[in-house]
């Protein structure tokens, strides 16, 4: 049988009960565990129903949906993880459909959506706020339903959680995957959405979003809306109508009635086009009229200023990546690394030349134990922990580059491998990319250290130039695979390193006595 965890973000809404209820009931193979993550930053402690299947509550602290599920998937023993949003109701099959649309899925499936319903009223349009729901069904890749594999979440370091709402944070996860080389499929299970019913503000409220959009074409490139199947987004109009309405406020100012009457006009004539766009479909009773009337003067103003928000937001926070192709994967703050402090000099001190530190697993963060399979004999280095949450704190980006041939020889399943490394983001805090290379060095692939692939990879999933990277491990390997993607590398001796490789490095001048001393090097100080 398949099996399967179930993790539920929660705001605490009402449907979370029924929700659970529902599933309670339902025939078919039942979950290992219902994992209900409650993300309100603070308050009474959730109350939930019984359940037959083990039910088990947590709080992420309100960081948003992107940090509720990857905290409730990292706790997931199985192969699969079913993300239900809160608000959905699920059919008393749906346990059985869900394992049928799961059983014999190939390894380069990462993920399994449900086809999603969304009720709308029979007599009658709907309204501006029920169409919005009602996309919902023809979305690509969307997380009120979707099961994935947890190796796939572990390979790409599961959802960014600088999406901090319900928007943006699913079509991500799907692309890096995606681009990790998986493959997405659509089940037979039918879930159902409700309509939303927003109040008559919440389309404004919506236009938080698009500083999700900026963060989505820094990661993704100009043409992400494509590759998710949306089509153009109102940025264009919205920006043309925003401008039109300051030119006349400005020219008006100035004294050029004749220029200030020509721009209001403007604005007058986009403003008349988005709202009757809006209206028309609708059922146009006098409050739907005039709500959409009153947030089409509103909507785009309030949306250029999110865009923006977003735009300096992610400009300050993600270094330009000019070779990257503009994809991005989650990148750790600093406030998720703790209170932790070292010698690690900032990256303003270091002169801001590194734009990410990307690490070897085995003998580098963990000791070296050969085709590792069991979480319980992960043992970082000493000091490891230390020296990431202090890298962390400095804003750098950092990510694992690591070899894994035991999956292609059969020693390693890849469920054990993404064990074990949800084992090392539990012990050494998060990280912003995995890549891994699963390939037997005959394969001939272009990932495996000392080839550059895994290092090209993650400085493409951070966002960062890869010129502006560097790379510590313990073999020549690591350092090799650094200099061929364009990077440096940094290398920290163990007992595997071969003297020759000890002394290449120290005439190079990257040679370093430990972990604490390699992240020095890397930012710029000396050992």
Not at 181 to 206: F, K, N, Q, W
Request: with cysteine; glycine share 10%; aromatic share 4%.
């Amino acid at each position: 049988m398949t099996g399967y965890t179930i993790v539920i973000p929660t705001t605490g809404r009402d449907n979370l009960a029924a929700l659970l209820r529902a599933l309670d009931r339902a025939g078919g193979p039942r979950p290992a565990e219902i994992v209900v993550v409650d993300d309100r930053p603070s308050g009474e402690p959730l109350s939930v129903p019984d359940t037959h299947a083990p039910l088990r509550v947590m709080r992420s602290g309100g960081g948003g949906p992107a940090a509720a599920r990857n905290a409730g998937w990292r706790l997931a023993g199985t192969e699969w993880v079913a993300f239900l949003d809160d608000d959905v109701l699920t059919p008393p099959d749906w346990p059985r459909r869900l394992v049928a649309d799961l059983r014999d899925l190939p390894q380069d499936v990462a993920a399994c959506q449900a086809r999603i319903e969304v009720p709308l009223p029979a007599d009658r349009r709907p309204t501006d706020d029920e169409r919005g729901t009602a996309a919902l069904a023809g979305a690509r890749w969307i997380t009120a339903d979707m099961a994935y594999r947890r190796a796939a979440l572990a390979a790409v370091g599961g959802f960014d959680e600088r999406f901090p709402r319900a928007y943006r944070e699913d079509a991500d996860l799907a692309l890096r995957v995606c681009r990790a080389g998986y493959r997405i499929v659509t089940g037979e299970r039918v879930t159902t959405h409700p309509a939303r019913a927003g109040g008559p503000l919440a389309s404004v409220r919506a236009q938080r979003g698009n500083a999700d959009n900026a963060l989505m074409r820094r990661k993704h490139g100009r043409h992400w809306r494509r590759r998710i199947g949306e089509g153009r987004g109102r940025l264009g109009p919205h920006a043309a109508t925003t401008a039109a309405a300051l030119g006349a406020l400005a020219l008006g100012a100035a004294g050029r009635k004749r220029a200030a009457l020509a721009a209001a006009a403007t604005w007058t004539a986009l403003t008349v086009e988005f709202a009757l766009r809006r209206i028309l479909p609708g059922p146009r009773t006098c409050d739907e009229v005039a709500t959409m009337a009153l947030t089409s003067v509103l909507i785009p103003p309030v949306a250029c200023a999110h865009r923006l928000r977003g735009e300096l937001r992610v400009r300050s926070a993600v270094p330009p990546a000019p070779s990257a192709g503009g994809n991005t994967s989650a990148v750790p703050s600093a406030a998720s690394a703790g209170g932790n402090t070292s010698a690690v000099p900032s990256a303003a001190s270091a002169g801001g030349n590194t734009s990410a530190v990307l690490f070897d697993r085995d003998g580098t963060l963990i000791e070296d134990v050969p085709y590792l399979t069991e979480p319980d004999l992960v043992r970082p280095v000493p000091g490891a922990d230390k020296v990431l949450d202090a890298l962390r704190n400095t804003g750098v980006p950092i990510g694992v580059v690591s070899n894994q041939s035991g999956v292609a020889r059969g020693l390693i399943t890849e469920e054990q491998l993404a064990a074990v490394n949800a084992r090392v983001a539990e012990l050494l805090g998060p990280f912003g990319t995995w890549q891994v290379c699963v390939h037997d060095p005959d394969d001939g692939c272009d990932c495996r250290k000392p080839r550059p692939g895994l290092v090209r990879r993650a400085a493409e999933a951070l966002g960062v130039d890869v010129r502006r990277c560097v790379v510590i491990g313990d073999i020549g390997a690591d350092v090799a695979a650094a200099e061929a993607a364009g990077a440096r590398g940094v290398l920290v001796p163990t007992d595997r390193t071969r003297p020759e490789e000890v002394e290449c490095a120290r005439r190079a001048g990257n040679l370093a006595a430990d972990l604490d001393d390699a992240v020095r090097l890397a930012l710029g100080g000396r050992p």
